[in-house]
């Protein structure tokens, strides 16, 4: 059982109703984000939902402080489908619909659902009987709090009775703050109380419920009892009212002065308790002159009396008034004790100095006249927001990275069988030739149905340029900008890096620099095919290039220097950089302190098929590109596809890329950790990873010790969310021979091919495909990644038997000349002059004709 909404026109019908403020949720027909924003701030209530017609519009609604949206089925249903509420909790969400429609939804519901009676729907036993098979199968497994709100109409007991029946989920009414009005209350129709109470029940032979008063941090004061006429009473008055059982109605503090401003009204989960949240004033709740019933504050609350009352009067030569007095003082002695904290180890240490730490802190608050309360708010508030800061500490404080704790001893995890991180083992002689072949695929991918999702993201950004993408970047990435695009110069303050950071990427460049200058093809070719005929070819920069930088799970600096160095060594004149913002819009530092190293033009602050489509066919503010490089997830590489498709664009783009992929070949000499390190480095990129062991004549004890490292490795992984559902996916192929290994690596053409074989050099020559090779113990896949000279950007599912990985080449083509003399054409022209006949093309036979008669004379 839960207690009744109200349902309001707009916000100003709050601050008119003074009785709905202290009741459940407010549910407001036509709010806007300015008008809710205020309503928030007037009434320091939370618990209002609101109406939003789009995903966009709700994003900024949650965002104001609106703790529940509400859509229509439809626009739910739109929003499923676009994957647009990704992360957005459920239980910030309710559908409102008729029952037949909300009978017929197949997505996974939220917690809340809204049967609209108003819209007439014909309450028949087989718009019920869907309606109850949906609740029952896709609400009730799943636990927690859910309900089905009656929206109250003409027929809203009908409804209520009818949907009660069926027995599915907990109901709610919601009473529409029109029939509040004291006209009606007069005329008998309704009563606040008894609305209040509709779906409470008590079991008390007397009537009355228990009630259950507790201050504004929901400390217990004490417990009464409550009837419909004090309930009534005490919402009409915003007063603490209750139902004395000998002497009737009992105005708090009427005499003793103690009163209480009413906050809240609530009832437990089985509607039999009520719970009354105040503001006590005077000496207390208790008639014994104690705050509580319960005797005296403890923790917090005491503190914070302590501190208020000292602050009030304490003696000028107290320490308390010392700090209050003296804000150096203070600042001092928080920094002191939060760095004794950060410091602190063990369980003792630890409570000890944060405790400190929360006194000064409270201090502060007091001394700038902030209460617990509005701390607790404000903690609510952010903890409401759907779109989130990345959490990173200032620069300042951020020097020292934090490493996962290993929370379990390495013998606890090598033995731990429930969760186990594993990947599935096939044998290579016991596997048919089928088997063989399936596990060489990838996962089959379906670009038609993601082509259909981004063409129209695509064709909107070709048509509003700017605008499309800011409203594309607020949709897919929950930011607002004011503008995409960042322009060279960039501003210094915005690449700001720690000098570790710095002198990582600075070395990182200098060696992807010197590997991808070697590769640029600075001489012309140069061949006199016969004497007087001479061929040559010479390389020339893509003018304009777009470099992708992926930003949705991870922020890639690294894939910046990939891209951006060799477009810079090979010469391109205009280089843009894509990538997604973060959580406040700003670009990510690293990123765009590589951007400026690389000279590039502009970034543009988008990801996913808006920042590719901007890319190629260019914005107000972002310059049309010849060429779009660079990794990504599914949209950004359909968006490439579709984007080189349309010949009205002339782009082109680098090659396909699909998710990371790593084939690690092991034998007996391999060290497990390190084998096992380098598959869960590729196994952390997604889920959708794919990691391969192909392990050499091991033995049964050799095999194990690398699959508890594994699982031990893995466990300890910031990440191990995602490494747990890429592993299972993966597998180790168990081989005799290395020449076995080689030859499956070969058909499989992996993205990175890593040999922890003995003498691995020996087996490059046998190396047939593979996007970048790991030769040795001591050649780990993430030097490729980030720093030791080779490109990152390789190509995946099994397109390294076509195509080589991003390279200087990548970014230029080439142009061949030639020039033959008197005597080469002399020479050549019957050949050539035969060849056109042969293909009846008589002007190009000409053309020789013409020159060679002259020539023949
Ligand atoms: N092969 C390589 O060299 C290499 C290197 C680095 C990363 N990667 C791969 O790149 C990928 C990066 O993917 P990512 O998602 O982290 O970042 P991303 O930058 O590729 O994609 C994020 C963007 O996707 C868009 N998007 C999200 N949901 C959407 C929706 N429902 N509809 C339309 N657009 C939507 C958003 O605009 C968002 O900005 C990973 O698969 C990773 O393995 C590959
Ligand atoms: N391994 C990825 C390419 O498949 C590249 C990368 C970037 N950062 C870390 N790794
Ligand atoms: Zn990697």
Known sequence: MFIPSLNVADPSQVALKTSIGYLGSVIIENANVESIKSLIQETGSTLYWAKAESVDQAVQLWDAGVYKVIFSVDTFSTAHAENELNGIPEERIAVQGSVTQLGQLTQPLPSSLIVDTSVGDALNTEALHSFAKTVRSQLLPQGGERRVIVNEGSDSLVTLEAIAKLNVVNLDVIISAAHLTAQEEEQGKINIGQAFLVTATTDRADGLFTTMVVDERNTALGLVYSS??????????????????????????????????????????????????????????CHLNTRTCFGTDTGLSALQSTLQSRKENAPASSYTARLFNDPKLLRAKIMEEAEELCDATDKDEVAWEAADLIYFALTKCISAGVSLEDVEKNLDKKARKVTRRPGNAKPKWSETTSVATPDKKEEELKKEENGRIAMMTYDLKDITAEKRSELLLRPIIDSTEIIGRVTPIMKDVRQRGDAALIDLTAKFDRVQLECPT????????????????????????????????????????????????????????????????????????????????????AGCSEIVIATPPRPDGSVVPEVLYVAHKVGASHVLLAGGAQAVAAMAYGTQTVPKVDKICGPGNQYVTAAKMVAQNDTSCLVSIDMPAGPSEVLVIADKTSNPAYTASDLLSQAEHGVDSQVVLVAVDLTDAELAAIEDQIHIQASRLPRVDIVRQSIPKSYTLKVKTLDEAVSFSNDYAPEHLILHNDKPEELLPKIM?????????????????????????????????????????????????????????NRLGDTVMRLAEIEGLEAHRNAVAIRVADLRK
């Open 769 to 825: 495909h593979a996007g970048s090779v790991f030769v040795g113990q001591y050649s780990p896949e993430s030097c490729g990644d980030y720093a030791s000279g080779t490109n990152h950007t390789l190509p995946t599912y099994g397109y390294s038997r076509m195509y080589s990985g991003v390279n200087t080449l990548t970014f230029v083509k080439h142009i061949t000349s030639q020039q033959l003399t008197a005597d080469g054409l």
């Open 486 to 569: 960042l322009k060279a110069p960039f501003d210094e303050k915005l690449m700001q890096l720690d000098p570790q950071t710095k002198a990582a990427i600075d070395q990182a460049y200098d060696n992807i620099f010197k590997f991808h200058d070697a590769q640029m093809d600075r001489d012309t070719l140069t061949v006199e095919t016969m004497p007087g005929v001479v061929c040559t070819r010479f390389a020339r920069p893509i003018e304009r290039v777009g470099l992708y930088v992926p930003g949705g799970t991870a922020v890639l600096p690294s894939t910046t220097l990939m891209l951006g160095i060799p477009a810079k060594v």
């Open 228 to 285: 419909v006429k004090s309930v009534s009473e005490s919402l009409k008055t915003g007063q603490g009212v209750y139902q004395s059982r000998n002497r009737g109605l009992w105005y708090k503090g009427a005499t003793s002065g103690a009163t209480q401003s009413l906050i809240r009204v609530d009832y437990d989960c089985d509607g039999d308790a009520l719970r009354f949240v105040v503001k006590q004033h005077g000496t207390g709740f």
